[in-house]
T-cell receptor, first 111, second 110 residues
Framework: DGGITQSPKYLFRKEGQNVTLSCEQN?????MYWYRQDPGQGLRLIYY???????QKGDIAEGYSVSREKKESFPLTVTSAQKNPTAFYLC??????????FGAGTRLSVL | QKEVEQNSGPLSVPEGAIASLNCTYS??????FFWYRQYSGKSPELIMF????GDKEDGRFTAQLNKASQYVSLLIRDSQPSDSATYLC??????????FGTGTKLQVIP
């Protein structure tokens, strides 16, 4: 099945720890995105990438890092510098029309 | 001013009625406009997209775009309880950067 796979579904972070959220797509889409969603809020853009080996900061990039070494993969690392990481993280990919397809999301909590 | 604004709701409509959801945006250079539906605890899914001024219909859904007034709306005819969800408006500008509104929660009352 074609789609976007995010893992894990649930993740717990200890204080001072870096954690990495996985996002893989087999839709052959060039662009990929990471969003953060807090309860009752909309989606806020963390990072996006339009092509392999290139990515841009979104509106809330501080405390996060990404890489885009392969077209299919766009992992997000939540660093210890992100002091309030508890949220629902969504990965998406798109073609030039801008229509975005989302993964099922990862819920990150702090222990 | 927020780049994409939506009334958070909740918007309550009786079953079978028309639900009207509105969205305004600030960037006049915006090119593409999208409506996504998000059920509680789930990821967003695309309902419709629109690029040109006017109306676009797909089944019970109609998207309306007015670039001069910088608003886009979504009409849902014959609303069903299964339509109860949060509806997110999204706008694309340059470099395919997408900005989402905070969403409008719709409740369809049986």
């Amino acid at each position: 099945d074609g789609g976007i796979t995010q893992s894990p579904k649930y993740l717990f972070r200890k204080e001072g720890q870096n954690v990495t959220l996985s996002c893989e797509q087999n839709l052959n889409h060039d662009a990929m995105y990471w969003y953060r969603q807090d309860p009752g809020q909309g989606l806020r853009l963390i990072y996006y990438s339009q092509i392999v080996n290139d990515f841009q900061k979104g509106d809330i990039a501080e405390g996060y890092s990404v890489s885009r070494e392969k077209k299919e993969s766009f992992p997000l690392t939540v660093t210890s510098a992100q002091k309030n990481p508890t949220a629902f993280y969504l990965c998406a990919s798109s073609i030039r029309t801008g229509v975005q397809y989302f993964g099922a999301g990862t819920r990150l909590s702090v222990l | 001013q927020k780049e994409v604004e939506q009334n958070s709701g909740p918007l309550s409509v009786p079953e079978g009625a028309i639900a009207s959801l509105n969205c305004t945006y600030s960037d006049r250079g915006s090119q593409s406009f999208f409506w996504y539906r998000q059920y509680s605890g789930k990821s967003p899914e695309l309902i419709m997209f629109i690029y040109s001024n006017g109306d676009k219909e797909d089944g019970r859904f109609t998207a309306q775009l007015n670039k001069a007034s910088q608003y886009v709306s979504l009409l849902i005819r014959d609303s069903q309880p299964s339509d109860s969800a949060t509806y997110l408006c999204a706008v694309t500008g340059g470099y395919q950067k997408v900005t989402f509104g905070t969403g409008t929660k719709l409740q369809v009352i049986p």
